[in-house]
């Protein structure tokens, strides 16, 4: 039985006996609050045989926690510091069903990833508190690999988890929330102090989980091109969605289309686009689509 990690004084001994000075540059803010742990591990519902996929598991925080719930089940964890991985390797040796995995999670293409370790779409989740500097491109990648994940489970800074939840027409609604929301359904779960960190974050941060769909939540013809009108339209959010469209950089939309596809699908060409929901901005993506092709 090991103490619990997810303390301060724990923390810091062991950062002490491994002469470990933590990197700002790698994000390195570790949880010393096993109240919060739990709230990540209740809103991931573990079973004893789930497999897990922990990103960035630090000193073993979390990773305390997770390891716990599983019996028959595995954990793979995913962490670029090799100094944090020797760490983990000592404090775990009691358990074989732990994967430490030495590597930049960007680096992963989750396909071969899923082949390699026999995992099973729709069956795995995914736990972290993130590393802020790449929150985006972490998640991102994960919703938009070719597996399905069940459920992903994380402590992201709070601004960028107001943005994910995002409904139309208020000021965080935004390309992020709708590339969020065209993959999966968002909760908020539980705001948190800086002070729950070793070091303290100078921002706050909020628990929230995502349920990928199985299938996107609207159909776009083409996704690529969903996105571009999308991005075009909030990268003019103070303009009406006509003078946004017409003008949009490198989609050469003419002002007669633009007008024909707001009609087209019932918009109101004075609005601003950021009133718009995903599913009425996919049905004019769509329009203009047809238009062009
Ligand atoms: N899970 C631990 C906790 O809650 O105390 C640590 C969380 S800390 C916010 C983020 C962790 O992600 C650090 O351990 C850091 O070294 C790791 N990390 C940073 N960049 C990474 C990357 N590109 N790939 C994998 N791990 C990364």
Partial sequence: MIDIIASPDKTREILKENKIRLSKGLGQNFLIDRK???????????????????IGPGIGSLTQGILERLSSGSLMAIEKDSRLIKVLTAQFSGYNNLDLINKDVLDIEWHSFFREKKLKDGEVKVLANLPYYITTPIIMSLLESNVLFKQLIF?????????????????????????????????????????VFIPRPDVYSTVITLYP?????????????????????????RKNIKNGLSKAANLNFTREEVVSSLAEVGIDPRIRGEKLSISVLAKLSNSLWEKNN
């Fill in 36 to 54: 919060i742990v739990d709230i990540i591990i209740e809103t991931a519902t573990l079973t004893a045989n789930d497999s897990v996929i922990e």
């Fill in 155 to 195: 402590m992201v800074q709070r601004e960028v988890a107001e943005r994910m939840a995002a409904s139309p027409g208020g000021k965080e609604y935004g390309v992020l929330s709708i590339a969020v929301q065209y993959f999966a359904r968002v909760e908020i779960v539980h705001e948190v102090s800086p002070s």
């Fill in 213 to 237: 769909h199985q299938k996107p939540s609207v159909e776009v013809v083409d996704r690529q091109f969903f996105f571009q009108v999308v991005r075009a339209i909030f990268q003019q959010r």
